[in-house]
């Protein structure tokens, strides 16, 4: 929602680790044919590479961030991001006859070592500012260098039977991933080294994260008739998410702040040392805790930690309605659970230990925010209570909160013939979650409604995204249609064209405000889907002729994109108090 000055957006570079071997990709294959019936590959790689996402305007300034003219300023950080990994793979597979069919029989194992060498470097004077409303915050970063390892254990099993017109799939998976801290140094920060202080850390002796996940999964199509023109399907899986290792730098020395007042004395837009309220204290913090400066991140992990799980559920069918013309449905069902939020630990936690934490009933309402005619409502933390957990986070399960999603796709296929061909694909798409009544609360375990959670049980998912950081809002679009047609028209001429539409996607109007120890948050007016962007429809053409030159084939083309050009708008700033 930011508009971005020219020096704060990334020039991207290529990175790798320095030392050891060669950046890039080393790949050892080996293929073994044991008979007719039995073969196997064993794999073994190395990779490594990396990217620098580097700030346009240099180390010369830091930046701010000025959500009251929605504007972004001065030179954003620069991230480089290296994880180089060692992976082995074995894989088999063995044909046999049973169960009164064909069965393919797949199996293998992998393991994998990966490790990551980050850094986040703030520029300029490393004081970067935050103008929302009033009173601005001033930043006093700290650089980040996590190194943290990740290993990945993972084994399979399957069966492919095939009997007459049924074709089963049966399979199992394990998978043991765990992640730990590796050691690591933070400088202090350039300006005001006594408040963000440097830090030596000697990383964890043992795993942080390990789970342990076992996944079946079944499938099946049957062919209705003898002709197999109808083919019903349908599979069922259980899926357990990938771990995320860099998980574990919350318990670390990650990059982070502490947010003090900021007077711009100068009416520069820019944070200097002297404009930084010292006296006035700490307003919040982020990774650094402001009664042990020199300790590692606040952030806790529960030792119990349970793995993101998915069920899904799918049911297909697929008919030949005439020769080079099929059409086919098929409904999906997904059900996930065991999702992570990071509530204010409220007391004292060691590194591997449950903490305790800050429930939503001690959370106590805030005075109301109102700006262009629009109100929210907002909740604070304790203040002691954030203290005596010094500020830090508790990553754990998010009880009663679970994601449900309903599809139903159609589609139709025209094989070219009789000098015509075509394609059409529609969905119907439903994306929604639910809360439980005793722990409503956003993902920073806050009862206030944010832009991503509507706290709303049926409402749409509502998440943001945004690879390079810089992120932009987005969530699910109720229904998708893509059509193409091809013709081909006497002397070698060809006409074709795509069509693609949507629904507009979710509008919020939020008003960014502070929540206290929480900081500066996007607050939810109304509901996440109460507006929605104008639908999204894309026309192009396109005329072509193939001509022959001996054997060499021209093909010659006129195209025209995006032929309706109806400018539909996108994306748009949505803070009310801008």
Same mark, same amino acid.
């Given at each position: 929602?930011?508009?971005?000055?020219?020096?704060?957006?990334?020039?991207?570079?290529?990175?790798?680790?320095?030392?050891?071997?060669?950046?890039?990709?080393?790949?050892?294959?080996?293929?073994?044919?044991?008979?007719?019936?039995?073969?196997?590959?064993?794999?073994?790689?190395?990779?490594?590479?990396?990217?620098?996402?580097?700030?346009?305007?240099?180390?010369?300034?830091?930046?701010?961030?000025?959500?009251?003219?929605?504007?972004?300023?001065?030179?954003?950080?620069?991230?480089?991001?290296?994880?180089?990994?060692?992976?082995?793979?074995?894989?088999?597979?063995?044909?046999?006859?049973?169960?009164?069919?064909?069965?393919?029989?797949?199996?293998?194992?992998?393991?994998?070592?990966?490790?990551?060498?980050?850094?986040?470097?703030?520029?300029?004077?490393?004081?970067?500012?935050?103008?929302?409303?009033?009173?601005?915050?001033?930043?006093?970063?700290?650089?980040?260098?996590?190194?943290?390892?990740?290993?990945?254990?993972?084994?399979?099993?399957?069966?492919?039977?095939?009997?007459?017109?049924?074709?089963?799939?049966?399979?199992?998976?394990?998978?043991?991933?765990?992640?730990?801290?590796?050691?690591?140094?933070?400088?202090?920060?350039?300006?005001?080294?006594?408040?963000?202080?440097?830090?030596?850390?000697?990383?964890?002796?043992?795993?942080?994260?390990?789970?342990?996940?076992?996944?079946?999964?079944?499938?099946?199509?049957?062919?209705?008739?003898?002709?197999?023109?109808?083919?019903?399907?349908?599979?069922?899986?259980?899926?357990?998410?990938?771990?995320?290792?860099?998980?574990?730098?919350?318990?670390?020395?990650?990059?982070?702040?502490?947010?003090?007042?900021?007077?711009?004395?100068?009416?520069?837009?820019?944070?200097?040392?002297?404009?930084?309220?010292?006296?006035?204290?700490?307003?919040?913090?982020?990774?650094?805790?402001?009664?042990?400066?020199?300790?590692?991140?606040?952030?806790?992990?529960?030792?119990?930690?349970?793995?993101?799980?998915?069920?899904?559920?799918?049911?297909?069918?697929?008919?030949?309605?005439?020769?080079?013309?099929?059409?086919?449905?098929?409904?999906?069902?997904?059900?996930?659970?065991?999702?992570?939020?990071?509530?204010?630990?409220?007391?004292?936690?060691?590194?591997?230990?449950?903490?305790?934490?800050?429930?939503?009933?001690?959370?106590?309402?805030?005075?109301?925010?109102?700006?262009?005619?629009?109100?929210?409502?907002?909740?604070?933390?304790?203040?002691?209570?954030?203290?005596?957990?010094?500020?830090?986070?508790?990553?754990?399960?998010?009880?009663?909160?679970?994601?449900?999603?309903?599809?139903?796709?159609?589609?139709?296929?025209?094989?070219?013939?009789?000098?015509?061909?075509?394609?059409?694909?529609?969905?119907?798409?439903?994306?929604?979650?639910?809360?439980?009544?005793?722990?409503?609360?956003?993902?920073?375990?806050? *009862? %206030?409604?944010?832009? @991503? /959670?509507?706290? =709303? &049980? !049926?409402?749409?998912?509502?998440?943001? $995204? #945004?690879?390079?950081?810089?992120?932009?809002?987005?969530?699910?679009?109720?229904?998708?249609?893509?059509?193409?047609?091809?013709?081909?028209?006497?002397?070698?001429?060809?006409?074709?064209?795509?069509?693609?539409?949507?629904?507009?996607?979710?509008? *919020? %109007?939020?008003?960014? @405000? /502070?929540?206290? =120890? &929480? !900081?500066?948050?996007?607050?939810?007016? $109304? #509901?996440?889907?109460?507006?929605?962007?104008?639908?999204?429809?894309?026309?192009?053409?396109?005329?072509?002729?193939?001509?022959?030159?001996?054997?060499?084939?021209?093909?010659?083309?006129?195209?025209?994109?995006?032929?309706?050009?109806?400018?539909?708008?996108?994306?748009?700033?949505?803070?009310?108090?801008?």
């Amino acid at each position: 929602g930011l508009q971005e000055a020219a020096d704060f957006l990334w020039n991207q570079e290529n990175a790798h680790t320095d030392g050891g071997l060669p950046e890039g990709l080393m790949k050892l294959e080996i293929n073994h044919t044991f008979s007719a019936n039995f073969y196997a590959t064993v794999k073994a790689a190395y990779y490594d590479t990396g990217f620098t996402l580097g700030a346009a305007g240099g180390d010369a300034s830091g930046f701010t961030l000025d959500f009251d003219k929605s504007e972004a300023i001065g030179s954003y950080l620069t991230y480089t991001g290296r994880r180089p990994q060692k992976t082995v793979n074995a894989d088999g597979s063995y044909f046999f006859q049973g169960l009164g069919g064909n069965n393919q029989l797949k199996f293998g194992f992998g393991y994998r070592i990966t490790t990551t060498n980050d850094t986040t470097h703030y520029n300029g004077n490393q004081l970067n500012g935050i103008i929302a409303g009033g009173p601005y915050s001033a930043y006093v970063q700290r650089d980040g260098n996590p190194q943290n390892e990740g290993r990945y254990l993972s084994a399979y099993v399957g069966d492919v039977l095939t009997k007459d017109r049924l074709t089963v799939n049966l399979g199992l998976r394990f998978d043991g991933q765990s992640a730990k801290n590796l050691p690591t140094d933070i400088p202090a920060n350039k300006s005001l080294p006594s408040l963000a202080p440097a830090v030596s850390y000697a990383g964890n002796d043992s795993n942080l994260v390990d789970f342990k996940d076992i996944s079946p999964r079944v499938g099946f199509s049957y062919a209705l008739d003898a002709d197999r023109k109808t083919v019903l399907r349908g599979s069922y899986a259980n899926y357990a998410a990938q771990l995320g290792y860099g998980l574990v730098n919350v318990a670390a020395v990650p990059a982070g702040y502490l947010a003090y007042g900021w007077n711009d004395a100068n009416r520069d837009r820019f944070v200097q040392p002297g404009e930084v309220d010292i006296a006035g204290g700490v307003l919040y913090t982020y990774q650094i805790n402001p009664s042990n400066r020199t300790g590692i991140a606040p952030g806790r992990i529960d030792p119990n930690l349970k793995n993101q799980r998915d069920n899904e559920a799918v049911l297909g069918i697929d008919h030949e309605l005439a020769a080079n013309f099929a059409i086919g449905a098929a409904y999906t069902f997904r059900a996930s659970k065991n999702f992570t939020y990071t509530p204010f630990i409220s007391a004292p936690c060691a590194v591997g230990s449950a903490c305790t934490f800050i429930q939503p009933s001690q959370y106590t309402r805030g005075s109301d925010v109102t700006a262009r005619g629009f109100t929210v409502q907002r909740f604070n933390a304790p203040g002691a209570l954030v203290a005596a957990g010094g500020n830090g986070r508790y990553t754990t399960n998010r009880e009663g909160y679970t994601r449900k999603y309903n599809g139903f796709e159609l589609t139709m296929k025209k094989r070219m013939s009789n000098k015509w061909a075509a394609n059409l694909a529609f969905s119907y798409n439903n994306w929604t979650e639910d809360y439980g009544d005793s722990n409503r609360v956003n993902a920073l375990g806050n *009862p %206030t409604k944010l832009e @991503t /959670s509507p706290l =709303s &049980d !049926g409402g749409p998912v509502s998440i943001q $995204g #945004g690879g390079s950081g810089k992120v932009s809002f987005y969530s699910q679009f109720k229904w998708q249609v893509y059509a193409d047609a091809l013709v081909n028209l006497p002397a070698s001429f060809s006409f074709s064209t795509a069509v693609f539409g949507r629904q507009g996607g979710l509008y *919020p %109007t939020s008003i960014r @405000t /502070s929540l206290g =120890s &929480d !900081g500066t948050q996007n607050v939810l007016v $109304g #509901g996440v889907d109460d507006t929605l962007y104008p639908n999204l429809w894309n026309v192009d053409l396109r005329l072509a002729r193939n001509s022959k030159i001996g054997k060499v084939t021209i093909t010659p083309s006129i195209e025209l994109f995006n032929a309706l050009n109806n400018d539909v708008v996108l994306s748009r700033a949505r803070n009310a108090a801008a």
